[in-house]
């Protein structure tokens, strides 16, 4: 059986307070294993996902074991911190908003910055031996294209984005954050489709700070990316409402 984990370390996990932690508890949203005492794999499901937990607590999920994964239609795998999280494929309007931001973005980055790369999901990105990712968007610098390997991205990418989904968007609100900190990532932006709503983190000393943020009727601007301008309406449409003239 694995070690349980503190409400503390519980919280370095997640990246947030351990008031957080004692509220999801008090609602519970997190099961206790011992008074006071709870498994990892049983937090990260309340977070939305499906999880696969070694049973040998110094056994961890590696890269290695991912790529003997058999094929899973309809699904796809990350390792967040040695565990492996299964997830159903993203819903008809996350592609959407995926296409167009990425639409807009690849446009943007292509005058930016010629000589970097954009990618869409699903392609891994390799931060740790446990921790493979698939971050919905992807962009690499001229500056950084060491990083790009063959068959994946092995490294801090320049910008992740996650478009999150009712089934996780605690995990990539908080989990992924601290994922992505702690690997170096430059810049995370969060997407909600409920809120439509973008979120761009600043990583800086070693923390991650929101330096610009928009909602559906406004353009989204970036100081770390002069010139930027993204159409939000654009991106969050759905096409099923519009009306036709």
Known sequence: ???LLTVQEIADVLGVSPAIVISYIDQGKIPAVEPDRFDLGAVLAVLGAEVF??????SFWTY???LKLPEAPGCRFEILEGILVKEP???LHHQRISRELGRQLMAFFDQYDPAGEFFFAP???TLSDSNVLQPDLIFVSSARKDILLKERINGPCDLVVEIMSPANRRKDRLQKLEIYRKGG???YWLVDPEENTLEAFLLSNGN????AAAGPEGNFSHLHFPGLVLDLE???RRPELIKSE
């Open 1 to 3: 059986m694995r070690d």
């Open 53 to 58: 937990v070694k049973e040998d607590p110094a």
């Open 64 to 66: 290695e074991d991912y």
């Open 89 to 91: 494929s993203p819903s």
């Open 123 to 125: 392609l891994d990105v």
């Open 185 to 187: 990532i430059t810049h």
């Open 208 to 211: 991650y700070a929101l330096v």
């Open 234 to 236: 654009r991106v969050f």
